[in-house]
């Protein structure tokens, strides 16, 4: 029965992990978009896509908390922040289109 329980836990998350890379996706041609057409309201349905992404984000994590294999791959949380630092730092250049290699 653990066997069958912990294999629901991770296709639980492997449908959270894949309603983040969706909403990442989105963000990211939204992102193309913008640095040619540079409209207002490109940079608005980014920013919106943005909230969308995040809460992505923050539900992946709030469900990884409540669940078994959850705690397992909370070993892997620094990793994470690392990945949300750069995101971070990638969204900032990219709002001010100030991109570089160092990125």
């Not at 992404?53 to 469900?63: P, R, V, Y």
């Given at each position: 029965?653990?066997a069958?329980?912990?294999l629901?836990g ?11 890379s969706?909403?990442l ?16 309201n ?10 969308n992404?995040?809460?992505?984000i923050?539900?992946?994590f709030?469900?990884?908390?409540i669940?078994?294999?959850g705690?397992?791959m ?6 994470a922040?690392?990945?949300?630092n ?18």
């Amino acid at each position: 029965m653990h066997a069958n329980t912990e294999l629901t836990g991770m296709i639980q998350i492997s449908v959270e992990v894949s309603k983040v890379s969706h909403q990442l996706q989105i963000e990211r041609g939204l992102t193309a978009g913008y640095m040619t057409d540079r409209s207002q309201n490109t940079k608005e349905a980014i920013d919106n896509q943005r909230l969308n992404s995040d809460d992505a984000i923050n539900n992946f994590f709030n469900f990884v908390k409540i669940t078994e294999i959850g705690q397992q791959m909370m070993s892997m949380h620094s990793y994470a922040d690392e990945i949300e630092n750069h995101v971070t730092e990638l969204r900032n250049a990219l709002s001010i289109f100030k991109l570089n290699k160092q990125l």
